[in-house]
């Protein structure tokens, strides 16, 4: 039995080669708003996001990556952020636990 359980899903991260590029194959093709927002830890640091419904597509530019991230980040590829009420060193100490290792 698990000893934590996911809420829902916070947000997707897409790796890619240019925002432009894809900001506006997903905005004129899939009709996703386009964000701007900056780092709640650095102001000077601007972010980009696709939001569609109640969910959120937060988007890298390749070698520009955003602490955290995944750990072999390549163009076209995805992280996804989890929302559990379970404190975090709470579920690291449950996925050690269970043979899991990052």
Known sequence: MAKFAVKSLDHLVLTV?????????????LGMRHEI????LNQSIQRHALVFGAQIINLHGFTREFEPKAQNVQPGSADL???TETNVDQVL???REAGLRS
């Open 17 to 29: 080669r240019s925002i432009p590029e894809t900001v506006a194959f997903y905005t004129e093709h």
């Open 37 to 40: 927002f900056t780092s709640p």
């Open 81 to 83: 952020c989890f929302l």
């Open 93 to 95: 100490q449950a996925l």
